[in-house]
């Protein structure tokens, strides 16, 4: 069986060593230069795998890899279709990911400066220079000057400079301090002294091609006309799975991995929980495909246990969560209640309407379609369809970024309400997966009893059901439905376990009683209701299944067991 590639991005150790199973990208460069666009920026969400194309670009123009070419590329599409600018150009490779901000400003300008000499000197390297020159970039002490000092010894050569992740430190820096991003992207900021420089580069010939890859525009959008040479291609149809997976890339890994070694296995099945947890991605709505985020598809398949034909313990990496969790930090910007806002009518309804911003200003109000834009770019939502006078329609694109908001969004509860959790979230759940729901329904019970009081009239019962949800949601052996279909009867909450040894499945109806209800006729609607789930066929092949009615109001919860 061939080797899963996760947290590898180097083109040519995957192609080289052909025990990896390969997803071919190389058609997107015919495309890239088709487009007939000499200096370009390609957003995409974390882990979407632009690391490993960014590569492939590396590997392909570098003429420096010209001897090695037909090793590289033999069996693939642009090695098949080469065009004439390839191993044509040298290589400026700058990659600005693990600078570390808690170290304050100082630092960061040191690392950015360290990183900036580190592939100047390598380029001077790879391409001959002399070591007196390599040797002079060690006395200069800011980008800049740097790159002018470089591009004045480099004058003749033709370069193509490649950046991976350009925001992804001044990003971390916007999470915590506009002041300090500001100040760096801003006239006279290192930041956009750097990119003005390589600004002058191109006028002058020395840099024929550029391509950087991000997260967000919002550097982009702020170095405003000191870098206004890039043409942004991260929305344009023909793009639009040039990163991650299409539905025919999944199915190939699978067949390649999983399907070889559990001929007997449910593909069908297991094809549809790969696209409720991974899939759901679409950056044009007319490229009619959902793209899968292809990091956490190589993740599943790394981890899948061969022997036993069972999934991973984990469908989500935690390297992956504590990414998304630290890019969250950026729902901070701007007006904080107004996003909070936002996040909940998108966890309320799973969708928002809204509209995607060309440029950011942060110099000004930080606006609802700037929030939206933001969390667009950063993979937390995605297009579901035009609507009318530019807007669209955002949802919520899988599974794993659902429960992420409802991780964070139950953290957002108890640091807005000043609430104490008496024990941790995790041991409450696991309590109840062992059959014991009385440390669950307590903390439930302290929660909405204060955000109801204090929100009585507004008080739904939406909020109720998002509230158990969200606290649910910390429950990772559990695979939570919300309001799943089940021949058009919707039960509010099923948790099911992901391992046959969770002891306990369960399916909850929420009611909510407001002052003038009468309780008897909520209560007896809410079990009716259950009595109807409970002889679905559906419902009554999942195992140990236990039914709750819970009744919410101002002065609590009760669980009644159906």
């Known amino acids: 069986m061939k080797k899963i590639i996760y947290g590898e991005s180097n083109f040519k ?14 058609n997107y460069i015919e495309k890239l230069e088709n487009i007939n666009e ?52 040298r290589i400026l490779f700058f990659e600005f990911s693990g600078i570390n901000i808690d170290a304050g400003m100082e630092e960061i300008y040191k690392r950015f400066t360290f990183k900036t000499r580190i592939s100047l000197s390598r380029y001077l390297d790879d391409y001959g220079y002399s070591r007196e020159e390599i040797a002079r970039l060690e006395s200069i002490n800011s980008p800049s000057s740097l790159l002018e000092y470089f ?84 929305n344009e149809e023909t793009f639009n799975g040039m990163a991650g997976f299409n539905q025919n890339e999944v199915n190939h890994s699978l067949e ?14 297991l094809l549809e929980k790969l696209k409720v947890w991974y899939n759901g991605y679409q950056f044009n709505l007319k490229a009619n495909e959902k793209i899968y985020n292809a990091t956490l598809v190589n993740y599943f398949l790394s981890k899948y246990d061969y022997k036993r034909c069972q999934e991973p313990t984990k469908m989500l990496d935690s390297n992956v969560a504590s990414d998304y969790k630290a890019i969250m930090k950026l729902f901070h910007i701007g007006n904080r209640e107004n996003n909070y806002k936002v996040l909940e009518e998108l966890i309320e309804n799973n969708s928002i309407r809204g509209s995607i911003k060309d440029r950011y200003d942060l110099n000004r109000e930080f606006t609802k379609d700037d929030f939206i834009t933001l969390i667009y770019s950063m993979g937390f939502i995605t297009l579901e369809e035009e609507l009318f006078g530019g807007e669209y329609r955002f949802r919520i694109p899988n599974y794993v970024i659902k429960m992420l908001y409802f991780n964070y969004f139950a953290v957002e509860i108890k640091r807005r309400n000043n609430l104490t959790f008496e024990n941790d979230i995790k041991t409450l759940l696991v309590d109840l997966a062992l059959g014991d729901e009385e440390p669950f ?67 909850f109806e929420l009611k909510w009683l407001k002052e003038k209800d009468n309780y008897e006729k909520v209560k007896q609607e809410g079990i009716t209701q259950i009595e109807g789930y409970m002889k679905l066929d559906k419902v009554r092949a999942i195992p140990k299944l236990r039914s709750f009615l819970l009744l919410g109001s101002k002065d609590g919860v009760e669980f009644l067991e159906v």
């Open 13 to 26: 150790k995957v192609k080289i060593n052909s025990d990896y199973l390969y997803i071919d990208k190389t």
């Open 38 to 89: 000499s200096f370009l920026i390609f957003l995409r969400p974390r882990r979407f795998g632009k690391s490993l194309f960014l590569s492939t670009l590396q590997y392909y123009y570098d003429e420096n890899s010209a001897h090695e070419f037909d090793a590289i590329f033999n069996d693939t599409y642009i090695g098949q279709n080469p065009t004439p600018l390839k191993s044509s150009y």
């Open 151 to 234: 591009f004045e010894i480099v004058k003749d050569d033709s370069i193509y400079i490649l950046i991976d992740e350009y925001d992804q430190f001044a990003n971390a820096i916007l999470a915590y301090s506009m002041k300090d991003f500001l100040d760096i992207v801003g006239k006279g900021g290192f930041v956009r002294s750097f990119y003005e420089v390589l600004k002058s580069a191109t006028q002058t010939g020395v840099v024929q091609k550029m391509f950087i890859t991000g997260v967000t525009p919002i550097t982009l959008d702020s170095l405003s006309s000191g870098f206004n040479i890039v043409s942004n291609i991260s």
């Open 256 to 269: 390649k991995t999983i399907f070889q070694k559990c001929p007997t296995l449910n593909q069908a099945e």
């Open 441 to 507: 329904k307590k903390q439930l019970n302290e929660v909405i009893k204060t955000l109801s009081n204090r929100d009585h009239v507004g008080f739904s019962e939406k909020h109720f059901q998002v509230i158990t949800l969200a606290l649910l949601s910390f429950a990772e052996f559990y695979f939570i439905d919300s309001q799943p279909e089940l021949d058009n009867k919707y039960p509010d909450i099923l948790l099911i376990g992901r391992d046959p040894k969770v002891p306990n499945n369960y399916l």
